[in-house]
């Protein structure tokens, strides 16, 4: 796989100035969360190798794992094709979720076709 | 795993009014692209059961695969904890991203761990 190195700079960010983060299990391939990196939290994340985002309600940066201790290790980040979403291949310690569920999304949607 | 059935105006919109889908190969659980979804497309695609969003370039609705013959069948969508992100699990007919390759994340970004 092709390896690319983009500085907070050189990404595409949504109308808040932020990337979304897409965060996927390293092993089992299940997706776990989506959060969102402002500048401070993509460059302490490559510089730690532990996931940390920027929390839109607490609105300051978030360690995952600092209060919960359910840290999300890096295995690899990936960059998509317009470069405007992060791919997060993670060790997850114990639940992504704040509910305790291992992801969180643990409902499915009734889809009107059947 | 819960079932839930939820209207557009039920679901946390981002700043744009949008919400963000990430799109996961049914099979082999790699995830393929991230995409957006307005009222429209949200509602097209649970009634047609094809993925369909809204193309922020264009500006219009996008059933993926309508020029590219590259569709993407629903096999379950779920929504997360805070509903504002859909997972949209599917059957990928050829390549998901518009460059040819299976996924749109198809580069690892270099770390400056290691």
């Not at 960010?13 to 983060?21: A, E």
């Not at 291949?89 to 009734?110: D, I, N, P």
Request: net charge negative.
């Amino acid at each position: 796989m092709e390896e690319v190195s983009l500085t907070w700079e050189m990404l595409k960010k949504n109308s808040d100035g932020m990337v979304p983060v897409v965060v996927q299990d390293y092993e089992s391939g299940d997706v776990l969360m989506a959060a969102y990196m402002n500048k401070d939290a993509y460059e302490q994340t490559l510089k730690t190798g532990t996931m940390t985002y920027w929390s839109r309600s607490r609105q300051k940066l978030w360690v995952k794992g600092e209060t919960s201790g359910h840290f999300q290790h890096v295995r690899e980040l990936r960059i998509d094709c317009d470069e405007d979403t992060i791919l997060a291949r993670v060790e997850q310690t114990g639940a992504a979720c704040h509910t305790g569920h291992r992801s969180c999304f643990y409902r499915r949607l009734k889809p009107e076709i059947q």
